[in-house]
Nanobody, 128 residues
């Protein structure tokens, strides 16, 4: 059974940092592009970052560029999102997702519909 499990969320003050993890099971993790998305209350789920199967290419939303870093460890079947200089507007539920695409499509990989599997999410709350 395919499963993605996020962890590492919590409450942090503005300017602080958090590191999210996404542990995968039931899939050949090293074949998947991994993405992070977030959803604030009353808003649609939005793209945050993605990383290709081998970690060679990363792509970020403009709103997090320079503050967040996506990475992965294929030996541990885990993807990460390091979040620094957090702002109150970063508050939301953060989801990881996996896509088994055979070619790299940067723009398509910002869309929720592209991804095959999703985790249940982890809450991140940034206080001002």
């Amino acid at each position: 059974q395919q499963q993605l499990v996020e962890s590492g969320g919590g409450l942090v003050q503005a300017g602080g940092s958090l590191r999210l993890s996404c542990a995968a099971s039931g899939i050949t993790f090293s074949r998947y592009t991994m993405g992070w998305f977030r959803q604030a209350p009353g808003k649609e789920r939005e793209f945050v970052a993605h990383i290709t199967w081998n970690g060679a290419v990363t792509y970020y939303a403009d709103s997090v560029k320079g503050r967040f870093t996506i990475s992965r460890d294929n030996t541990k079947n885990t993807a990460y999102l390091q979040m620094n200089s957090l702002k109150p507007e970063d508050t939301g539920v953060y989801y990881c997702a996996a896509d088994l695409g055979r070619t790299y499509r940067a723009v398509e990989l910002t869309a929720t519909s592209t991804y095959d599997y999703w985790g249940q999410g982890t809450q991140v709350t940034v206080s001002s």
